[in-house]
Structures are given as structure tokens and as C-alpha cells.
T-cell receptor, first 113, second 109 residues
Framework: KAGVTQTPRYLIKTRGQQVTLSCSPI?????VSWYQQTPGQGLQFLFE???????NKGNFPGRFSGRQFSNSRSEMNVSTLELGDSALYLC????????????FGPGTRLTVT | GENVEQHPSTLSVQEGDSAVIKCTYS??????FPWYKQELGKRPQLIID?????GEKKDQRIAVTLNKTAKHFSLHITETQPEDSAVYFC????????FGTGTRLTIIP
């Protein structure tokens, strides 16, 4: 099976802009979780989608949002970008929601200038 | 919410020796404990996991132990090799995962 894919892989944006990142899960996986990875904070949970519904949400401001489509592909959106949003954004897919094995994509490296 | 602490933050081990990384968690409802390995510039890879109804799990040179009473779990790597050099993350959770801050493991040839 093909692994988790993310597009784009690299992105440079300016403060105040918005950005949309995409994640395609492993075929058959219905849950997609998003994480922000920074050198100082490690892997921080953003949110999880299962069957097009947000099931869990981390402690991030409302500028961070997401959605999931009927084919399980997911997008996350960050509006009004801040310098501190520069990070590696990783998505992970799993077969079901809850405590199942999560498989990560390669990530999107977002740089905000 | 869940809080996961991971120690040590860096670890250097002579090739062939064993490495141990420890994590503690706070939420007794957590029932799933995976470990991920992340090499430089690559995605985190699941290397082993354990559920709360099991005390120990082994896969070749890698083993994980779980002490539910003390709320801690550990990763053990035996006969370390240069390719084991990476950052290792523990995680704990039920409906969602909370990750530790990572351990940079360096294997000295």
C-alpha cells in the first residue's frame, strides 16, 4: 500500500497570509490526525478527523482548522499566519479512531516570514 | 489532559551496548503507548507499541515495558548499532496521543 502523502512538502508564506495543507491517508484508513512539530515543543496534537467529523482537538487557537472529505483525505488551514507558526506539520493516518497505530506522512515544512 | 515526560533528552551509547529510554504519563485512562523513531529529515516511524493489558512486548532487539501502577513505560534497545542513532519519541493516550519531548540517541562506533 502507498504510505501517507502530504502536499506541498515546503511552503514559504508571509505573516498575515493563510495556508492550506493537504494529507492523503493510507488506503482504507479512516482517521487522520494532525501534529505540529517544532524543535522546542516537540510533537503537538492539533486535531483528529474520523469519518469527516472532528473527534478531538488540541490546544491551538481557532486560526487552525481542518476538515476531512468523504475519501478520508484531510486538509488543515491556518489563517492570519504568525512567525511562530513556522514548523513541520505532520499528518498521521490510522485504520480507526482511538488507540490504533498511527502512520505519519513526510510532513509539510512551513516557513512564515 | 495527558502529560508525558521523557528522559533522558540525549543519550550516547557505545555500539553493542544497551539503551534505555523512560517515559511517565499522568492520565490513568491512557491505554495505548507507542514508540516512534525519527531520523534526521524523515517522518516519525512506529517501531513498537504496547497496550495497557500487556506488561511487556518484544520485537527482536527492541522491547517495551509498561508499569500501569507507577504510570511509566520504557523502551529498551539491545546490541545497539549505528543505524539506531535517531530521535525517539514515546506517546500515551486513549482517544488521542500526547508525545514526549524526544530522546536523541547517538550510537558511538
Amino acid at each position: 500500500k502507498a504510505g501517507v502523502t502530504q502536499t506541498p512538502r515546503y511552503l514559504i508564506k508571509t505573516r498575515g497570509q493563510q495556508v492550506t495543507l493537504s494529507c492523503s491517508p493510507i488506503s482504507g484508513h479512516r482517521s487522520v490526525s494532525w501534529y505540529q512539530q517544532t524543535p522546542g515543543q516537540g510533537l503537538q496534537f492539533l486535531f483528529e478527523y474520523f469519518s469527516e467529523t472532528q473527534r478531538n482537538k488540541g490546544n491551538f487557537p481557532g486560526r487552525f482548522s481542518g476538515r476531512q472529505f468523504s475519501n478520508s483525505r484531510s486538509e488543515m488551514n491556518v489563517s492570519t499566519l504568525e512567525l511562530g507558526d513556522s514548523a513541520l506539520y505532520l499528518c498521521a493516518s490510522s485504520l480507526e479512531d482511538g488507540p490504533y497505530e498511527q502512520y505519519f506522512g513526510p510532513g509539510t515544512r512551513l516557513t512564515v516570514t | 489532559g495527558e502529560n508525558v515526560e521523557q528522559h533522558p533528552s540525549t543519550l550516547s551509547v557505545q555500539e553493542g551496548d544497551s539503551a534505555v529510554i523512560k517515559c511517565t504519563y499522568s492520565d490513568s485512562a491512557s491505554n495505548y503507548f507507542p514508540w516512534y523513531k525519527q531520523e534526521l529529515g524523515k517522518r516519525p516511524q512506529l517501531i513498537i507499541d504496547i497496550r495497557s493489558n500487556v506488561g511487556e512486548k518484544k520485537d527482536q532487539r527492541i522491547a517495551v515495558t509498561l508499569n500501569k501502577t507507577a504510570k511509566h513505560f520504557s523502551l529498551h534497545i539491545t546490541e545497539t548499532q549505528p543505524e539506531d542513532s535517531a530521535v525517539y519519541f514515546c506517546a500515551a493516550g486513549n482517544e488521542k496521543l500526547t508525545f514526549g519531548t524526544g530522546t536523541r540517541l547517538t550510537i558511538i562506533p
